[in-house]
């Protein structure tokens, strides 16, 4: 232990205030609760990703279809838990398997293909993407915008899509649409690659508490303050010391985008 007096160095004095803010901050607790929900999700998003994978692996097929032995042959690559038949039998609604040859004279052996409801999933699935690309581009600005030199690595980025809810050809259709926002560098996969925010968009550079509280106060006639809405899960409760201290901190946060604004304003 140490102990400070007014004579102290003033480094000294900005750590030993930061340590104090930290420890204020980390001896309030949360009781923990299990959340079935929550829980739940992450089976299912588990689940999911062990589908794609398979289904990633037909579609990329020529024809979009590939010998089941093929594919039993792949079972590590694509990090099974179980056999393919297995996995199949599992999940009757994404495939469907049929007897065809692979070259004229061989005999039949099974092949696996997509089924009509996978095929209609897929459907849907690009018009949702396609109905929501303006919010899509959007983001993808924004998340340029945050970065360093509005610079991100693309293979980073390919990564994380599904994180964003960005669709699987983001680099290679969704971008090449947009120039005036983006620029792109080298190819990914093949080396380093980057993503780069052409123009800058003011409208982009606004959340959505921001844009939530200059609705209110247009419909309201007052000013009103932007602020997170917090709800926590059942059986979840936070003390009288935290609630205080997010309190106060979405007061700092309202007051310096109240600063931004007003500089903006006078510029």
Not at 185 to 199: I, N, Q, R
Request: proline share 5%.
């Amino acid at each position: 232990m140490f102990s400070l007096s007014r004579n102290s160095n003033p480094k000294t004095l900005i750590i030993w205030s930061s340590l104090q803010f930290t420890f204020s901050i980390s001896s309030l607790k949360v009781v923990w609760r299990k959340d079935q929900s929550l829980d739940q999700a992450i089976q299912n998003d588990k689940q999911w990703r062990l589908c794609a994978r398979v289904v990633r692996e037909v579609l990329n097929e020529p024809g979009q279809v590939i010998p089941l032995r093929y594919l039993e042959k792949r079972h590590e690559r694509l990090r099974l838990p179980i056999k393919i038949q297995t996995f199949l039998a599992r999940n009757l609604g994404l495939f469907e398997t049929y007897m065809d040859r692979i070259k004229p004279k061989s005999d039949p052996v099974r092949f696996v293909r997509a089924s009509d409801r996978l095929n209609q999933l897929l459907e849907e699935e690009k018009k949702i993407y396609s109905e929501n690309e303006p919010l899509i581009v959007s983001k993808l600005c924004k998340l340029l915008m945050m970065a360093k030199d509005r610079v991100v690595s693309a293979d980073k980025l390919v990564d994380v899509k599904r994180e964003f809810g960005f669709p699987n050809d983001l680099l290679v259709n969704l971008v090449p649409k947009y120039p005036e926002y983006f620029r792109l560098y080298g190819t990914p996969g093949e080396g380093k690659s980057y993503l780069e925010l052409v123009s800058w968009n003011d409208n982009f550079g606004k959340s959505v508490i921001e844009k939530r509280a200059e609705e209110e106060s247009r419909l309201m006639g007052i000013r009103v303050r932007p602020a997170f809405n917090w709800k926590l899960p059942p059986g979840f409760y936070i003390k009288k010391e935290m609630r205080e201290w997010i309190r106060d901190w979405m007061v700092q946060g309202s007051s310096e985008l109240d600063n931004q604004g007003d500089k903006q304003i006078e510029n």
